[in-house]
């Protein structure tokens, strides 16, 4: 994949989520590591609009004829900043339960592209053998607070949905998840609270990111993270019976009525629609008519 493909390729796939790009983005983003300068990188990207392939509009890049995603961009930037407010109280809450290392944002509002009627998705890392433990705490706890997204509840908008839960000793994703929608979803991730380094820990665990998106990994693993909290260390009991009892009534309550769960040694999956495999098939028919 030569440059200027490179940068029709990302400007595909985010089309797919109505997510225009600025210049600084599609640096960030290219499938393919940058070995030249910023200035070649506009000057090709301004080739594609030339040639009717790319428009740009209010500092953005886009698909033609895909104008209207700008203003849509906007909006869901302005409900993101009352959204990201929720769910950094919820991650100063989340992190101080027994066995929870990391909370993480995920999804739309990862990108401050969530619409005001959406929820807020969070991922949860937790000690080696507290997976079950934590998640049984944090849904009892969000329960209380009236926060958790209810499966199957219409009524969503600034409730939180914990949809992936991992424990330090199985942070790397499965080689049947390693590829460019899951690197996305990693190196978007943006982590709101953490200990003991386990943030840093989660990238290098799952470096293979690299491959697919080996400029923002490397931007991700440079950066300081002003959003994140971190909290000092704290030692807890072994509770290995406690999470024996809860990993079984957990795993009990949800064999009747299991839809798109997964679960996984140290690995809990509940995204209550998995996209991965419609992005995938949808950006590789776009990529076959690009080339086409």
Known sequence: MNPEQAIAATLVYFDIFDYPLTTNEIARWLPLSISFTRSRLLRLTKELVKKGFLAQGEGFYFLSGRGKIVPKRRRNQKASGLKLKIAQKAARILIKVPGVLLVGLTGNLAMMDAQEDDDIDLLIITRKDK??????????????????????SKRIKDKICLNLFLDEAHLRFKKNRQDLYTAHEILQMRPLAGKESIYQRFLKTNAWTKDFLPNAFRKKTGMHWRDLEVFPKKRCSKGIFVEKVLASLQLWYMRRRQTTEQVKKGQL?????????????????????LSS
């Open 131 to 152: 997976i079950w433990t934590a998640r049984f705490l944090t849904v009892l706890l969000l329960e209380i607070l009236g926060q958790r997204r209810r499966p199957k």
């Open 269 to 289: 999956f509940f995204h209550p629609q998995d996209k991965r495999k419609i992005v995938l098939e949808e950006y590789g028919k776009k990529l076959v008519s």
